[in-house]
Nanobody, 114 residues
Framework: QVHLVESGGGLVQPGGSLRLSCTAS????????MAWYRQAPGKQRELVVG???????YTAPAVKGRFTISRDHAKNTVYLQMNSLKTEDTAAYYC????????WGQGTQVTVSS
């Protein structure tokens, strides 16, 4: 059984940083592509950053240069380092493995506000 658990969200001021974590059980990040998505109130869920098995990445233009994805094989955990946060980054952030019908975590809320 596959479980994805996100953590690390919270309230941060504009310009601040947060690091989100996504820990998997029942599946190995090292053998599967994964991605971070986000969904703001009233908006569609959008792709933020993707990480392929070969470690190549995709970063959405809105966060390019500010968000970085990394992976810890030993902990089976993927991180999303978010720097220079803006109010428009406020959203629920989800990790996702596009395998079969897809696996999603429960999400972690990021609120950027002064």
């Amino acid at each position: 059984q596959v479980h994805l658990v996100e953590s690390g969200g919270g309230l941060v001021q504009p310009g601040g940083s947060l690091r989100l974590s996504c820990t998997a059980s029942g599946i190995a990040f090292s053998a599967n592509p994964m991605a971070w998505y986000r969904q703001a109130p009233g908006k569609q869920r959008e792709l933020v950053v993707g990480l392929n098995v070969d470690s190549s990445t995709y970063t959405a233009p809105a966060v390019k240069g500010r968000f970085t994805i990394s992976r810890d094989h030993a902990k089976n955990t993927v991180y999303l380092q978010m720097n220079s946060l803006k109010t428009e980054d406020t959203a629920a952030y989800y990790c996702h493995i596009p395998l079969g019908s897809g696996y999603w975590g429960q999400g972690t809320q990021v609120t950027v506000s002064s």
